[in-house]
């Protein structure tokens, strides 16, 4: 997934906004985000949201080009002209799915799926009205905002989703129903997790993968999150000692909210902002590092990976159990 402004035009915006900070910087950060070039998960999604912000929220979409007929599933009726005229009262987010809360009561719920790009062109402030790209093969969703910008929703692989629902049912809609609490939020606590594991047989990196259980978190950063706990991936959510499974709250806060700030950063991080290779810049301790030292001061093992389900996970043997 790779977002970024249209070719060519970064240097001309920054010039013309040059006061206007805040712009500019929330403007970068779309810029310069690419997340490890796969599935999207919670803080990356957050991060497109807050980059989306200042060009999509009060802003009235003017014309919506819906230049196929579906993504990973079918596009809703009348998809284009439930769109067109509308003003984002509020860009908000649930789970992985980006919810653009319309003046009609309709809510526009997007999904990036594992390739999908959001490119913008165009300059909000209004300046350079006529001057966007030409569409690409895979641009299959374009906005023409009020304000000048133009959002672009790019998917090669077409595993992304769009749909709209009305806004006071959202919690029924078929995508969003069964999903868990909100890591993030007050619904997700140490006694919830301890009775949605109780006398589970599964391991407890699948348990946490299991979106009823808990909303929005994948393969990386439930690994980050156990390495921090000390869990083996490995171990059988239900029996994995009280204490210990308490204990995974706070830390799954923790990967969570760490990652997020570092999407902030990249942002704010004018030097991130130099053409395609700007990447969003994390560390993780675990993922993705099979054979390197484990971080943990003394421990002196190496980074392992296993398959479970189909997916691969890293852990310090030693330091997980
Ligand atoms: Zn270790």
Not at 307 to 313: A, I
Request: proline share 6%.
């Amino acid at each position: 997934m790779l977002w970024r402004f249209s070719d060519g035009r970064r240097g001309e915006i920054l010039r013309y906004v040059t006061g206007r900070q805040t712009l500019e910087r929330r403007l970068r950060h779309i810029a310069t985000l690419n997340p490890l070039g796969c599935m999207p998960e919670l803080p990356e999604v957050e991060t497109v949201r807050r980059g989306l912000l200042p060009v999509m929220e009060n802003a009235v979409i003017t014309r919506a080009d819906i230049r196929r007929p579906d993504l990973r599933w079918p596009f809703p009726e009348r998809m284009a002209e439930r769109l067109t005229g509308q003003r984002v009262e509020a860009l908000r987010r649930r789970s992985k799915y980006i919810l653009a809360d319309l003046a009609s009561g309709e809510t526009l719920i997007i999904h990036l799926g594992m390739s999908g790009r959001i490119l913008i062109s165009g300059d909000p402030l209004g300046l350079f009205h006529h001057n966007h790209p030409a569409p690409e093969k895979h641009d299959h969703v374009v906005f023409d905002m009020a304000n000048g910008a133009r959002v672009t929703f790019n998917d090669a692989r077409r595993f992304g989703a769009m749909d709209l629902t009305q806004t006071d049912a959202i919690d029924d809609h078929w995508l969003i129903a069964s999903l868990g609490p909100e890591p993030l939020g007050n619904a997700f606590h140490e006694d919830y997790l301890v009775g949605r594991l109780k006398g589970r047989n599964t391991p407890i990196k699948a348990a946490l993968l299991d979106q009823r259980v808990v909303a929005g978190l994948g393969n990386i950063y439930v690994c980050e999150a156990l390495f921090r706990a000390g869990v083996s991936p490995k171990r059988k959510a239900g029996r994995i000692a009280e204490p210990r499974v308490r204990g995974l709250v706070p830390v799954i806060r923790e990967v969570l909210q760490e990652a997020i700030e570092a999407g902030g950063s990249s942002l704010r991080d004018y030097r991130q902002a130099d053409g395609e290779l700007g990447y969003f810049q994390h560390t993780f301790r675990v993922y993705d590092r099979e054979g390197a030292p484990c971080p943990t001061p003394g421990c002196g093992s190496e980074i392992v990976r296993i398959v479970q389900s189909g997916r691969s996970s890293f852990y310090c043997p030693r330091c997980q159990r």
